[in-house]
């Protein structure tokens, strides 16, 4: 390995599921007026 390469892989530990990297959760929250009352964005994915 490079000395390039060894300096970004530094603190980067294997994981148990074999994972390469962390996932990234893109959310979104909406405000409503009032519990029960929708103001037309309940849900997105």
Known sequence: MKTSTMAVQIGVGKDATGAMSFPIYQ???????????????????
């Open 27 to 45: 959310n979104a929250t909406f405000r409503h007026p009032a519990f029960g009352q929708s103001t037309g964005y309940d849900y997105s994915r």
